[in-house]
């Protein structure tokens, strides 16, 4: 049996705290910290609003209030070049936030505060001075090897955390490099006795100069400041302290009697390591990304790496779930790193210590417009929260279903008939379309549902699912929904021939549907996917048998698809489509040719972003659609759309959700969708998945293992954004099967 449940590497601020959670909650900790005694070195110091709801839950706000310095004040901007101070106050979180200030804290008494928290707990032991050599793991357990007090120990735990910084130990043993840069140059930290106040200094300070930038902080109410500046990187380190008083001199004058109590010398990284989980061990704070701390984002990201990583653990080792939520844990905060933090701090580092006069007005504007506002300042500040990630809870414990279909279900079929033409074999019919419909005995919703599936699919997709469960649409019809389901011209029971529809395209075969449905460099994080993924098994047998083909004309497939959704909308009057991938096209096109007809769009893993070009399938050279779409002003070229003075497209002037899988390859297009549909006239908005605590699916997400639980943010969706009208049952005057 292993001696502990968690062990953790690393005592500082991300491991004590940490253990703190989880020792909480009952599980046993050991924290194995290399310092014999707690560092107090100038380290980052500034506890954003964003993490201290967590703080005050495990009891350590009080305290660091007592120690630490209560910033109500928030940012102040000094902008030397045009003689501007710009405020960003926390008072703007009055009302809207339960801690609606930052708390500045040294981390050896933030340390301190946690140390002495967790020697109240008897199932949490904290081992100082223990320098850890090896790193081990099996199916059962993993090994710690370390080093106190001059003598060899082994630990052994169930799960290993490692928080033990950017020369982390733990990341060298399961092989993870730092990727990304290094700036070159330095930052040199001081904690320094002066009166900054009385230079027009507030608690917290940005200083934009590309000689003397610099951040500079309250530390304690008793007069000790943090102010950090940077330095060329070729410079010599040794003689740090000799050029110290030379930049106080240009800061604050050669009167300014400056008292400095220790500094510390560091560089400047933007890295993430390149696996954040291996096995029985995840890797947290410095040990798992290192940011330049300018902006406070540094710590800010390891403390709420901390919040989703205990969430985790606690499920599996108390709930019984399966380790595979840890690399949910792992995709999830290195999102955050790289789409978040590093861009932020980057941006932040280049604004105070990069710009020069010449570029000053274009980092500042953005600030200075927001600040003008309480509402700017607010948005500001709330913003930070993107450090968060979603909380796991929702997808490990789903709230609630769909709810099971209804007993008594009405279901028919009909045909939008093609235009004659004549071939070699007759008179024929050009692509026409298969449509079926499925209602509740008593329809409760004010609009159908119009379903268009996507790719080389039919509208099969909306009903399968591995294990035999109700499908999306039984869902929707449960929900209250008359559902129509169409079989787009040549797919499915939609007939096709060369001859009438032109020469097939791409096929989608088994190399197709394993690139886009289960994308194997996305393999680790797609645990939805309810089959397996190799070519010989009888599960990938049946998805690929009903993989039809792409059209190789792709605008001519476009036109036709586009008119003949359009004729269904004629039958069934306002109507919300929800279309899926490929699908998408041809669902903006038939809103376009019926405008005031569709009542909303929803659109699953859409096809993007704006003007892609697909190898095999064609080009949305209209932005979101292939071919040309009426505008207002009319417009016959796409140049433009989509801009900042775009015309707007007829018909998509009603509310549009986009809703994207974490682990899909077209999910990055997702954001760049949401703006061209707002630059063009919808009411768009983006529903990522991952962000309503759903994690773990792909490209297919409507047929996955957890569809009940994916449907569920489209149902609230509909319920908040299509609600009027009278209750509309299934159009039957063309479905003679009814």
Same mark, same amino acid.
């Given at each position: 049996?292993?001696?502990?449940?968690?062990?953790?590497?690393?005592? =500082?601020?991300?491991?004590?705290?940490?253990?703190?959670?989880?020792?909480?909650?009952?599980?046993?900790?050991?924290?194995?910290?290399?310092?014999?005694?707690?560092?107090?070195?100038?380290?980052?110091?500034?506890?954003?609003?964003?993490?201290?709801?967590?703080?005050?839950?495990?009891?350590? $706000?009080?305290?660091?209030?007592?120690?630490?310095?209560?910033?109500?004040? =928030?940012?102040?901007?000094?902008?030397?070049?045009?003689?501007?101070?710009?405020?960003?106050?926390?008072?703007?979180?009055?009302?809207?936030?339960?801690?609606?200030?930052?708390?500045?804290?040294?981390?050896?008494?933030?340390?301190?505060?946690?140390?002495?928290?967790?020697?109240?707990?008897?199932?949490?032991?904290?081992?100082?001075?223990?320098?850890? *050599?090896?790193?081990?793991?099996?199916?059962?357990?993993?090994?710690?090897?370390?080093?106190?007090?001059?003598?060899?120990?082994?630990?052994?735990?169930?799960? /290993?955390?490692?928080?033990?910084?950017?020369?982390?130990?733990?990341?060298?043993?399961?092989?993870?490099?730092?990727?990304?840069?290094?700036?070159?140059?330095?930052?040199?930290?001081?904690?320094?006795?002066?009166?900054?106040?009385?230079? =027009?200094?507030?608690?917290?300070?940005?200083?934009?100069?590309?000689?003397?930038?610099?951040?500079?902080?309250?530390?304690?109410?008793?007069? /000790?400041?943090?102010?950090?500046?940077?330095?060329?990187?070729?410079?010599?380190?040794?003689?740090?302290?000799?050029?110290?008083?030379?930049?106080?001199?240009?800061?604050?004058?050669?009167?300014?009697?400056?008292?400095?109590?220790?500094?510390?010398?560091?560089?400047?990284?933007?890295?993430?390591?390149?696996?954040?989980?291996?096995?029985?061990?995840?890797?947290?704070?410095?040990?798992?990304?290192?940011?330049?701390?300018?902006?406070?984002?540094?710590?800010?990201?390891?403390?709420?790496?901390?919040? $989703?990583?205990?969430?985790? /653990?606690?499920?599996?080792?108390?709930?019984?779930?399966?380790?595979?939520?840890?690399?949910?844990?792992?995709?999830?905060?290195?999102?955050?790193?790289?789409?978040?933090?590093?861009?932020?701090?980057?941006?932040?580092?280049?604004?105070?210590?990069?710009?020069?006069?010449?570029?000053?007005?274009?980092?500042?504007?953005?600030?200075?417009?927001?600040?003008?506002?309480?509402?700017?300042?607010?948005?500001?500040?709330?913003?930070?929260?993107?450090?968060?990630?979603?909380?796991?809870?929702?997808?490990?414990?789903?709230?609630?279903?769909?709810?099971?279909?209804?007993?008594?279900?009405?279901?028919?079929?009909?045909?939008?008939?093609?235009?004659?033409?004549?071939?070699?074999?007759?008179?024929?019919?050009? =692509?026409?379309?298969?449509?079926?419909?499925?209602?509740?005995?008593?329809?409760?919703?004010?609009?159908?549902?119009?379903? *268009?599936?996507?790719?080389?699919?039919?509208?099969?997709?909306?009903?399968?699912?591995?294990?035999?469960?109700?499908?999306?649409?039984?869902?929707?019809?449960?929900?209250?929904?008359? *559902?129509?389901?169409?079989?787009?011209?040549?797919?499915?029971?939609?007939?096709?021939?060369?001859?009438?529809?032109?020469?097939?395209?791409?096929?989608?075969?088994?190399?197709?549907?394993?690139?886009?449905?289960?994308?194997?460099?996305?393999?680790?994080?797609?645990?939805?996917?309810?089959?397996?993924?190799?070519?010989?098994?009888?599960?990938?047998?049946?998805?690929?048998?009903?993989?039809?083909?792409?059209?190789?004309?792709?605008?001519?497939?476009?036109? $036709?698809?586009?008119?003949?959704?359009?004729?269904?909308?004629?039958?069934?009057?306002?109507?919300?489509?929800?279309?899926?991938?490929?699908?998408?096209?041809?669902?903006?096109?038939?809103?376009?040719?019926?405008?005031?007809?569709?009542?909303?769009?929803?659109?699953?893993?859409?096809?993007?972003?704006?003007?892609?070009?697909?190898?095999?399938?064609?080009?949305?050279?209209?932005?979101?659609?292939?071919?040309?779409?009426?505008?207002?002003?009319?417009?016959?070229?796409?140049?433009?759309?989509?801009?900042?003075?775009?015309?707007?497209?007829?018909?998509?002037?009603?509310?549009?959700?986009? $809703?994207?899988?974490?682990?899909?390859?077209?999910?990055?297009?997702?954001?760049?969708?949401?703006?061209?549909?707002?630059?063009?006239?919808?009411?768009?908005?983006?529903?990522?998945?991952?962000?309503?605590?759903?994690?773990?699916?792909?490209?297919?997400?409507?047929?996955?293992?957890?569809?009940?639980?994916?449907?569920?943010?489209?149902?609230?969706?509909?319920?908040?954004?299509?609600?009027?009208?009278?209750?509309?049952?299934?159009?039957?005057?063309?479905?003679?099967?009814?």
């Amino acid at each position: 049996m292993p001696d502990t449940q968690i062990a953790i590497v690393g005592g =500082g601020p991300v491991g004590l705290t940490l253990a703190l959670f989880l020792a909480r909650a009952g599980v046993q900790v050991t924290v194995l910290e290399r310092d014999a005694e707690i560092n107090r070195s100038p380290r980052a110091m500034v506890y954003l609003n964003t993490v201290l709801p967590e703080l005050d839950e495990i009891g350590l $706000l009080d305290e660091m209030k007592n120690r630490g310095v209560v910033d109500r004040e =928030g940012l102040t901007l000094h902008v030397p070049a045009t003689g501007e101070v710009i405020r960003v106050s926390n008072e703007a979180l009055d009302g809207v936030s339960s801690h609606p200030f930052n708390i500045h804290l040294g981390q050896g008494d933030f340390c301190q505060i946690a140390t002495e928290k967790l020697a109240l707990l008897p199932n949490v032991r904290v081992v100082r001075g223990a320098d850890v *050599v090896a790193v081990a793991q099996d199916a059962e357990e993993v090994r710690v090897d370390y080093i106190a007090e001059g003598a060899g120990e082994t630990l052994t735990a169930r799960y /290993l955390v490692g928080a033990d910084g950017a020369r982390s130990a733990v990341r060298t043993a399961i092989g993870a490099e730092l990727v990304g840069t290094t700036w070159p140059d330095r930052f040199v930290a001081t904690n320094v006795r002066f009166d900054f106040r009385s230079r =027009g200094f507030g608690s917290s300070n940005m200083y934009v100069d590309p000689e003397i930038g610099c951040i500079v902080a309250e530390i304690t109410a008793d007069g /000790l400041w943090r102010c950090t500046y940077q330095e060329p990187g070729d410079l010599d380190e040794a003689t740090v302290a000799e050029r110290i008083p030379a930049f106080y001199a240009r800061l604050l004058g050669r009167d300014a009697v400056v008292d400095v109590v220790d500094y510390r010398p560091y560089r400047i990284h933007q890295r993430r390591a390149s696996a954040l989980h291996d096995g029985r061990i995840v890797l947290a704070g410095d040990a798992a990304h290192l940011t330049n701390p300018t902006g406070g984002l540094g710590l800010t990201t390891g403390l709420t790496d901390v919040y $989703l990583l205990q969430e985790a /653990l606690i499920a599996i080792l108390q709930n019984g779930a399966d380790e595979g939520v840890l690399a949910l844990y792992a995709r999830a905060r290195a999102k955050v790193f790289d789409e978040f933090t590093s861009p932020s701090a980057v941006q932040f580092k280049t604004m105070v210590y990069d710009t020069g006069a010449d570029h000053v007005e274009a980092v500042v504007a953005p600030l200075r417009a927001a600040a003008a506002v309480t509402e700017g300042q607010r948005a500001v500040l709330l913003g930070l929260g993107a450090v968060r990630s979603p909380s796991l809870r929702r997808s490990l414990n789903p709230p609630h279903r769909a709810e099971s279909p209804a007993v008594t279900i009405r279901r028919g079929s009909f045909w939008i008939p093609g235009e004659p033409v004549p071939t070699p074999f007759g008179t024929v019919q050009r =692509g026409p379309l298969f449509v079926e419909w499925e209602a509740p005995e008593t329809v409760t919703k004010p609009f159908p549902l119009v379903l *268009v599936h996507g790719g080389g699919g039919q509208m099969t997709d909306w009903r399968v699912t591995a294990d035999g469960r109700p499908g999306w649409v039984d869902r929707f019809v449960a929900d209250g929904y008359a *559902v129509y389901l169409v079989d787009r011209p040549g797919h499915g029971r939609s007939p096709h021939h060369p001859a009438v529809l032109g020469e097939p395209g791409l096929p989608a075969g088994y190399e197709s549907a394993t690139a886009v449905f289960m994308t194997p460099q996305l393999a680790d994080a797609h645990t939805q996917w309810p089959w397996r993924r190799t070519p010989d098994g009888d599960e990938m047998q049946q998805f690929v048998a009903s993989s039809g083909f792409i059209a190789a004309d792709f605008a001519a497939a476009s036109e $036709l698809e586009a008119e003949r959704l359009a004729q269904l909308l004629d039958i069934t009057g306002e109507a919300v489509l929800v279309t899926h991938s490929l699908g998408a096209n041809a669902g903006w096109l038939a809103a376009n040719r019926r405008p005031g007809v569709i009542a909303a769009i929803v659109a699953i893993e859409p096809l993007g972003p704006p003007f892609v070009k697909v190898p095999g399938i064609g080009e949305l050279a209209w932005g979101i659609t292939a071919i040309p779409v009426t505008t207002e002003p009319p417009t016959h070229s796409p140049e433009g759309l989509g801009g900042p003075a775009s015309p707007r497209i007829i018909g998509l002037d009603v509310p549009v959700a986009v $809703l994207t899988a974490p682990a899909s390859p077209l999910s990055p297009a997702g954001p760049a969708m949401v703006e061209f549909l707002t630059a063009v006239g919808a009411r768009a908005e983006l529903i990522r998945l991952e962000d309503r605590g759903i994690d773990g699916n792909g490209h297919g997400v409507m047929m996955e293992a957890n569809s009940d639980e994916a449907i569920v943010p489209v149902l609230e969706w509909l319920a908040q954004n299509v609600s009027s009208g009278t209750a509309a049952a299934p159009a039957q005057a063309m479905a003679p099967m009814a």
